[in-house]
């Protein structure tokens, strides 16, 4: 099987920039996408393809690439950042899907 | 605009069956992968199952493999997943999926409908 992991909280203060790391043993060969969700709504795609920003997306919201760790970053966090975020990728065979474990952001 | 609309969930027994269905709009249903992601309440997501545009490849995730069956029907713009032999393990909020372009992401999400199994 192929894990994603990812901290389970990262908390900053409004206007920092916050960090969250998602690491994988497929993500050198895979892409990796991000995930915002508030409490009742379903996800919303903030980031794909590593560090690509759909449209519609603040541009506060950047990912990057490094081996086996993607990292997504929020720079000059608000108070309405404040979420879950899930990083997700494909296995080594690249027909199942995976998700990490999800990090709750707290803005301070 | 792209829309998904679940529902088909509810309560049922251990060991019972659910369908669910997923209606779309705003997009060319039969160009799209679509997949089923569940979330337990209060924990991550979990992705279960993918289906390719015209039906031909499916993929399950091993906790619901041999259980959970999805399938489409492009004329009415509709997702299935039909759940049986369903454990307590299995309640979740169930959200359909579209998958973008790059056929590995989910570009489009549904509301999302409730399985709850108890007894």
């Known amino acids: 099987s192929f894990d994603l992991t990812q901290p389970p909280s990262v908390s900053v203060s409004p206007g920092q920039t916050a960090r969250i790391i998602c690491s994988g043993d497929?993500?050198?060969?895979?892409?990796a996408y991000w995930y915002q969700q508030k409490p009742g709504q379903a996800p919303v795609e903030v980031i794909y393809?590593?560090?690509e920003r759909p449209s519609g997306i603040p541009e506060r919201f950047s990912g990057s690439s490094s081996g086996t760790t993607v990292t997504l970053t929020i720079s000059g966090v608000e108070a309405e950042d404040e979420a879950d975020y899930y990083c997700?990728?494909?296995?080594?065979?690249?027909?199942?899907?995976?998700f990490g474990g999800g990090t709750k952001l707290t803005v301070l | 605009q792209v829309q998904l609309v679940e529902s088909g969930g509810g309560w049922v027994k251990p060991g019972g069956s659910l369908r669910l269905s997923c209606v779309a709009s705003?997009?060319?249903?039969?160009?799209?992968?679509m997949n089923w992601i569940r979330q337990v309440p209060g924990k991550g997501l979990e992705w279960i199952s993918y289906?390719?545009?015209?039906?031909?490849?499916?993929y399950y995730a091993d906790s619901v493999k041999g259980r959970f069956t999805i399938s489409r029907d492009n004329g009415k713009k509709s997702l299935y997943l039909q759940m049986n032999s369903l454990r307590a393990e299995d309640t979740a909020v169930y959200y359909c999926?579209?998958?973008?372009?790059?056929?590995?992401?989910?570009?489009?999400w549904g509301q999302g409908t409730l399985v709850t199994v108890s007894s």
């Open positions: 999926a579209r998958e973008g372009s790059n056929a590995e992401n989910f570009d489009y």
């Open positions: 705003g997009f060319t249903f039969s160009d799209y992968y």
């Open positions: 289906i390719s545009g015209s039906g031909s490849t499916i």
């Open positions: 497929a993500l050198p060969k895979h892409f």
């Open positions: 393809k590593d560090s």
């Open positions: 997700q990728s494909v296995d080594s065979s690249g027909s199942f899907r995976v």
